[in-house]
Structure formats: C-alpha cells, structure tokens
C-alpha cells in the first residue's frame, strides 16, 4: 500500500493520519520523540505493510509482476494498489476522493508536533503537488513510477510499470485487490482496537 490506502485505512482519525504518513521514514530513534498517538500511527503502518506483504492474494499480484519487475514487484504493487482503490473509491468511502484528500492535506499540515526535519519539506511537497490524486489517472501512475525508478539502485523497469499495468489491470483488480483490501480493512481494525486510549 502506498499513501492513499494508508491514508485510508487511518480511518479518519488525525493522529494515525499523521503517524501513517511517516511510517516509511521516520527512524527507530526518533520514534519516541513523537507523541504517543503519532507512535501508534507509525506502528499501524508497519502492520499495515507486513500484513500486506505476506497475504496470499498479495503474493498471487506479486508473482503476475515478477516476470516484468522482479524484485521490485512488491514496489509496484503497492502503487497499483493504490490506483485500484481510487478508481474503487466509491466502494470504501462515502466522500469524494477529492474531498478526502483535501481532508488529509489539513491534517498533515495542522500536525505541529515533533517532526523530523526532513519530514517537514516533504509534507509541503506532497500538499504542493497533490500526491493522491496522481493515484486517479493512469498519466499520474506512470509520473510516480518515474520518480521512483530514478531512485531505483537496480534496473527496475519501474519507468514501464504504467504500460505494465495495462495489461495486467484485470487480474490485479478482480483476483487479487477487490478480495484483499476488505480483508485488510478489518485486520486493520482488529489492530487499532488493540491500540490503548489516549
């Protein structure tokens, strides 16, 4: 999963909104600088990854990509995931895409607690450039697969990962994410209920 459905599966709540968002990047030793609502953001985002990781149907996504992206097919799933549930969207959410991300965009920007420093820039980016909304279009997919394959350390083929998707977009989408993400949806739940109260 990449920022939209973690974004979603925070479940509206401002401080898993938060600790979500960071999941990826803040370090072990800033972990406990953040507040302890953030902390479990961050925790439930971990889960969120290494549930997905290991499910069954996520690993039959995987195998379909891996002739094309070897070992960065888990990268790419997690990105059509994301593009699957936009165009889903009406399926798990009651608001307009548009009006949830807006929603999110607030509440990143209205956290003003501890932060790493290189976390502040790339939350003003990702307002500034309305990151999951790319997830919508199949010209946004492919401007993330770019970014991405820039960065790649090995040859990726990310930069085909949109043309790749065209042809494997069906299977993806009826074998493996519309069963999968309500099964995510209530591992996450059952997580956060074991989350203690503020």
């Given at each position: 999963?990449?920022?939209?459905?973690?974004?979603?599966?925070?479940?509206?709540i401002?401080?898993?909104?938060?600790?979500n968002?960071?999941?990826?990047f803040?370090?072990?030793?800033?972990?406990?600088?953040?507040?302890?609502?953030?902390?479990?953001?961050?925790?439930?985002?971990?889960?969120?990854?290494?549930?997905?990781?290991?499910?069954?149907?996520?690993?039959?996504g995987?195998?379909?990509?891996?002739?094309?992206?070897?070992?960065?097919?888990?990268?790419?799933?997690?990105?059509?995931?994301?593009?699957?549930?936009?165009?889903?969207?009406?399926?798990?959410?009651?608001?307009?895409?548009?009006?949830?991300?807006?929603?999110?965009?607030?509440?990143?920007?209205a956290?003003?607690?501890?932060?790493?420093?290189y976390?502040?820039?790339?939350?003003?980016?990702?307002?500034a450039?309305?990151?999951?909304?790319?997830?919508?279009?199949?010209?946004?997919?492919?401007?993330?697969?770019?970014?991405?394959?820039?960065?790649?350390?090995?040859?990726?083929?990310?930069?085909?990962?949109?043309?790749?998707?065209?042809?494997?977009?069906?299977?993806?989408?009826?074998?493996?994410?519309?069963?999968?993400?309500?099964?995510?949806?209530?591992?996450?739940?059952?997580?956060?209920?074991?989350?203690?109260?503020?």
């Open positions: 999963m990449n920022f939209l459905a973690h974004s979603y599966l925070s479940f509206d401002p401080d898993l909104v938060v600790g968002y960071l999941g990826d803040v370090k072990n030793k800033h972990l406990k600088t953040l507040p302890q609502g953030i902390q479990q953001g961050v925790k439930l985002h971990r889960f969120i990854d290494s549930y997905t990781d290991v499910h069954p149907l996520v690993k039959t995987t195998r379909m990509l891996h002739a094309s992206m070897a070992k960065y097919a888990p990268v790419a799933i997690d990105i059509y995931f994301d593009f699957l549930l936009a165009k889903h969207w009406a399926l798990f959410h009651e608001s307009e895409l548009p009006t949830f991300c807006e929603k999110i965009y607030d509440t990143l920007m956290y003003d607690g501890p932060m790493p420093d976390m502040i820039g790339r939350r003003r980016r990702m307002v450039g309305r990151w999951l909304e790319n997830y919508r279009t199949y010209a946004g997919l492919q401007k993330v697969f770019t970014f991405l394959s820039k960065r790649a350390k090995f040859p990726s083929n990310l930069d085909q990962a949109g043309n790749i998707l065209l042809t494997l977009e069906k299977p993806l989408e009826v074998e493996v994410f519309l069963p999968f993400f309500p099964i995510l949806i209530d591992a996450v739940n059952t997580e956060i209920s074991t989350y203690p109260s503020k």
